[in-house]
C-alpha cells in the first residue's frame, strides 16, 4: 500500500521561503507511470495544484504560482520537495503531496494523497 | 485556466437520497473529469476518473458521466459515511483545476 507523508515546518515568516518534503513508502517513486504532485488548501476554502514533478525531473508548475515555485525530487530517498519563495499571509494553507496515475498517456487522477500538513505564514 | 463550477454548493439530503452533483466546465474538457470526496481534516479521496470510471475499492452507489461540458456525479443511495464535501477536477489541460466543492449534509 503506497503511503505519502509530508513534513517540514509548520511556521514560515513572510518573504522567507516554504520548505516541504514527501517521503514516498510502499513502492519505489521511480515505478510506474506516475506524477507527483502538490496541491493546497487554505482553512476552509478549495483546493490548488501547484505543480507536479516526474522521476526523469521534468516538472510543470501553476502559472499563479511558478515564478515563487520549485519542486525536486530525490529518488534515493523516495522523496519529493517543494520549495516556494517569498511566502505571504496568503499562502498560508494545508498543502498536500499526493500521486497522479497515468493510464494510456491520459491521467487516471490523484490517487494516493499524504495527510496534510499545515503551513501559517506568519513573524 | 479552465473554470469549474458545481452545483449546487450546499445540499442537504437524507440516508437513502439519490444525490446527483453537477459540475459544468468554461471550456470542452472530453472526459478528462475526476471526483474527489473529502472529509474535514482528512486528504481528498479519488471516487471517479475519466468522467465515469470508478477508482478501485470505490463503492458501486458512485458513478459519474458526462463529457465536453457538463458532466454529473451520483450517489445512489446516500449512506451515512458520504456526508462530506465532494470536488471535480479536470485534467485536460495545466493547470488541472478544481471545482469549488459541494458540501452533503444531513437533512
Known amino acids: 500500500q503506497v503511503q505519502l507523508q509530508e513534513s517540514g515546518p509548520g511556521l514560515v515568516k513572510p518573504s522567507q521561503t516554504l520548505s516541504l518534503t514527501c517521503t514516498v513508502s510502499?513502492?519505489?517513486?521511480?515505478?510506474?507511470?506516475?506524477?507527483w504532485s502538490w496541491i493546497r488548501q487554505p482553512a476552509g476554502k478549495g483546493l490548488e495544484w501547484i505543480g507536479r514533478?516526474?522521476?526523469?525531473?521534468?516538472?510543470n508548475y501553476n502559472p499563479s504560482l511558478k515564478s515563487r515555485v520549485t519542486i525536486s525530487v530525490d529518488t534515493s530517498k523516495n522523496q519529493f520537495s517543494l520549495k516556494l519563495s517569498s511566502v505571504t499571509a496568503a499562502d498560508t494553507a494545508v498543502y498536500y503531496c499526493?500521486?497522479?496515475?497515468?493510464?494510456?498517456?491520459?491521467?487516471?487522477?490523484?490517487?494516493?494523497w499524504g495527510q496534510g500538513t499545515l503551513v501559517t505564514v506568519s513573524s | 485556466d479552465i473554470q469549474l463550477t458545481q452545483s449546487p454548493s450546499f445540499l442537504s439530503a437524507s440516508v437513502g437520497d439519490r444525490v446527483t452533483i453537477t459540475c459544468r466546465a468554461s471550456q470542452g474538457i472530453s472526459s478528462y473529469l475526476a471526483w474527489y470526496q473529502q472529509k474535514p481534516g482528512k486528504a481528498p479521496k479519488l471516487l471517479i476518473y475519466a468522467a465515469s470510471t470508478l477508482q478501485s475499492g470505490v463503492p458501486s452507489r458512485f458513478s459519474g458521466s458526462g463529457s465536453g461540458t457538463e458532466f454529473t456525479l451520483t450517489i445512489s443511495s446516500l449512506q451515512p459515511e458520504d456526508f462530506a464535501t465532494y470536488y471535480c477536477?479536470?485534467?485536460?489541460?495545466?493547470?488541472?483545476?478544481f471545482g469549488q466543492g459541494t458540501k452533503v449534509e444531513i437533512k
Open positions: 514533478i516526474y522521476t526523469s525531473g521534468s516538472t
Open positions: 499526493a500521486r497522479e496515475g497515468i493510464e494510456y498517456s491520459s491521467s487516471s487522477g490523484f490517487d494516493y
Open positions: 510502499g513502492g519505489s517513486i521511480s515505478s510506474g507511470s506516475y506524477y
Open positions: 477536477q479536470q485534467l485536460n489541460s495545466y493547470p488541472p483545476t
